[in-house]
């Protein structure tokens, strides 16, 4: 980009007026300058052409730090000892020629070189880690994305979030235990220490002093586009320091209630998050983290096996897409044994009948005797039966305590 070039009058037209007050201007003189001005007009269109784009805008990478002005370099350099000095002399030279004082101007140089003495002084104690760097600083500053790649920031929207505030953009950690320095992390299934190891996880870290023992996960589940947003799962743990050595909380789910679980329900449809825990066939895809939980639970059984008795387990449905959830419906619920021994040798699923404990009843025989007058002689023959009479009001076909109905419903 070359500089404009600069009109000076080399022709004095007042002169020449005085000493030919009748005459008219010369012509010629007039056109050579009017020429100069013309040409110093075009250099100035040149120049901005070379730095304006036709929006209106600077084209990009033209505005270097020398062609800043001189306040401009002193905000974008403030530590530059040359700058201030150059900046000071500037302003004591400009009033010492104001003043037309040639003591002030020598005055001035002095306090110039004074200032930029001190100013080198300042600058070799200032942290310029704290500052930009003056190289480059202003590349692209026509351009959004350059400009933030220049600062390491990122779009509000997070859209060029990778390398800047994720240190990690792939599925690859293999151990959350190692991942310990602030920043967004993620991987697959199969991960160590992960929330589960079936899902994929985008995993939160922040890093609250330099020893890195004291460290805050928050995990989100990656989930199907399908599922609602109350199904997808966001879990916390924290690390700690246990004799010496970080150790690590177990993940805590920020879920109100977490996957899988049972609730009773005053109504007769289930509530946003819940199905119903009716023995219905779902889909794996539209309620993966009910499959997942379903799957890894330990209470799953074939088709076959559910049909056949086990209704108060998941089943594995077609083996493909599908699954089918517990029945509960018109069934007590009654706490798993878990190796107590009251209720021992059942497994978690399996569904008992009802039925009366064992039991005997004590009675008096009557003796022998004979009869008088008209009655006959009686005795108690050992072969005889009896019925002991109807039954009382309230039984009915099965054995059961006072009872009210609720809606099992299940978390999914």
Not at 142 to 154: E, K, L, V
Not at 350 to 368: E, G, I, V
Request: aromatic share 10%; charged share 10%.
């Amino acid at each position: 980009m070359s500089a404009p070039q600069p009109y000076t009058p080399d022709y004095s037209f007042s002169g020449y007026q005085a000493n030919n007050p009748t005459a008219p201007p010369p012509g010629s003189n007039l056109d050579a300058q009017f020429a100069q001005i013309a040409a110093f007009s075009a250099s100035i269109v040149a120049a901005l052409n070379d730095l304006r784009r036709s929006d209106g805008a600077l084209k990009n990478q033209i505005v270097t730090f020398d062609s800043l002005a001189q306040a401009l370099q002193l905000l974008v350099d403030p530590t530059n000892g040359q700058l201030v000095a150059d900046a000071v002399a500037t302003a004591q030279a400009a009033q010492a020629s104001a003043t037309m004082s040639a003591s002030a101007a020598a005055t001035s140089e002095t306090n110039a070189a004074n200032s930029a003495a001190a100013a080198a002084a300042s600058a070799g104690s200032v942290n310029l880690s704290a500052y930009l760097s003056k190289a480059g600083n202003l590349a692209g500053i026509g351009n959004a994305f350059n400009s933030r790649t220049n600062i390491w920031a990122m779009a509000r929207d997070g859209t060029d979030a990778v390398g800047r505030l994720a240190p990690n953009a792939g599925l690859d950690i293999t151990d959350y235990n190692s991942v310990i320095a602030t920043g967004y992390y993620s991987s697959g299934p199969g991960a160590a220490n992960a929330p589960d190891s079936s899902n994929y996880w985008l995993v939160h870290v922040s890093t609250a002093d330099y020893t890195q023992n004291y460290i805050t996960q928050i995990a989100y589940q990656f989930a199907n586009a399908s599922a609602g947003a109350d199904s997808v799962l966001v879990y916390r743990r924290n690390s700690y320091v246990n004799a010496g050595t970080r150790a690590w909380t177990p993940w805590i789910s920020h879920a109100a209630v977490p996957v899988g679980t049972t609730i009773w329900v005053n109504a007769l449809s289930a509530p946003p998050g819940f199905v119903k825990e009716n023995g219905a066939l779902l889909s794996r895809a539209s309620y993966p983290a009910l499959w997942n939980y379903a799957n890894n639970s330990g209470n799953i059984v074939s088709e076959a096996a559910w049909s056949g008795g086990n209704s108060g387990a998941f089943s594995t449905g077609d083996l493909v897409t599908t699954f089918r959830l517990p029945d509960a419906r018109g069934e007590f619920f009654r706490a798993y044994d878990d190796g107590r021994g009251v209720d021992a040798g059942r497994a978690i699923y399996a569904h008992q009948a009802d039925s009366l404990k064992d039991h005997t009843h004590a009675y008096t025989s009557p003796a022998s005797g004979a009869g008088t007058g008209t009655t006959p002689n009686y005795f108690l023959s050992s072969s005889a039966s009896a019925q002991t009479g109807s039954p009382s009001t309230g039984a009915a076909s099965e054995t059961r305590p006072r009872n009210n109905a609720k809606l099992a419903c299940i978390k999914f």
